[in-house]
């Protein structure tokens, strides 16, 4: 076998060794490359946050999504928190009202933004949704020992001091948020009513959000608490009653025998009832054998304190 030949031999084998192991290696890099994209598209659907900044933080821990999503959390919330302070004294008059009723329980909340635009994002919505859940869990806890009709009154400090689950306040929760969508924001105020088994929860909500079920949300809002009503249609009573008062705008309850003061009357019972000009609420309620114990009304932006315009 002539060198020449043995030589040319070797140099093949040798060349199809490399080619081998560099078709391998492309391979695995392929691989690692699908993997790599995979994480990065699960850690930006589950946070929200920048492919960029999701990209840096599995490249920073070494493709651990968990710690990547820890990191991203707190880089945010130290973002929020930052800007959260330059926006303090921007007027916040936008938002949303929130309102949930379940068991014998509710709660009315008010969530302020800068823009109506941030008033349909998603994640200003969550922000409400965090805050009407702090708020009744909140209330629940505090009021688990007592009996009777229970109604709590929260504003900005003490809402902002309430837990939203693993040491977070409302006030980290709203921070957050700011971080993420760039508007000064707040929690205004907030209302819970508990009732006995024998009562009545009303509600309604206008200019209401498409797409949120759980958490009622719009401009106004309204809660009646109210005794009595035909079975099977107490549900149906209660939103007529919670219309009127988004509708009409009464300040004080009055009694049943109170006579009308026309147009200008501000106590609901004499008020003309708007599903049926022929008739005071007064009167509506007395056909629906019941009777209307509290109320309370939500504009978002308005004064507190003063009747809205």
């Not at 689950?165 to 760039?182: C, F, K, N, Y």
């Amino acid at each position: 076998m002539s060198l020449s030949f043995l030589f040319r031999t070797v140099t093949r084998d040798v060349a199809k060794v490399s080619l081998c192991q560099h078709v391998q290696s492309l391979h695995t890099g392929c691989q690692l490359l699908a993997t790599d994209k995979a994480l990065l598209m699960k850690l930006r659907k589950g946070t929200g946050y920048t492919f960029i900044n999701c990209k840096k933080a599995l490249e920073k821990f070494d493709n651990d999504i968990a710690q990547a999503e820890t990191w991203l959390h707190e880089q945010a919330q130290k973002e929020g928190w930052s800007k959260a302070n330059k926006l303090e004294g921007r007027k916040a008059k936008e938002g949303l009202i929130g309102l949930f009723v379940g068991d014998k329980a509710a709660v009315m909340v008010e969530v302020n933004c800068e823009t109506d635009f941030v008033a349909r994002n998603e994640k200003f919505q969550q922000l409400v949704k965090d805050v009407a859940f702090a708020t009744l869990a909140h209330h629940q806890n505090k009021s688990r020992s007592q009996e009777g009709y229970i109604k709590s009154v929260l504003a900005g400090e003490e809402l902002n001091k309430l837990s939203v689950g693993e040491g977070a306040s409302l006030a980290d929760q709203v921070a957050l948020t700011i971080g993420r969508l760039g508007e000064n924001m707040s929690v205004k105020r907030a209302v819970t009513v508990g009732v006995p088994a024998e009562w009545n929860i009303g509600s309604y909500v206008h200019g209401g959000v498409s797409g949120q079920t759980e958490v009622a949300m719009g401009r106004y809002g309204a809660l009646v608490v109210f005794q009595g009503g035909k079975e099977a249609e107490q549900e149906t009573l209660g939103r007529k009653l919670g219309q009127h008062i988004v509708g009409e705008s009464p300040i004080s309850l009055g009694n049943m025998d109170d006579l009308p003061c026309g147009e200008s009357e501000t106590r609901l019972l004499p008020q003309t009832f708007l599903g049926d000009p022929n008739r005071t609420v007064a009167q509506f309620l007395r056909g629906q054998q019941a009777r209307v114990l509290d109320f309370v009304r939500f504009q978002c932006g308005e004064v507190i304190g003063e009747k809205a315009e």
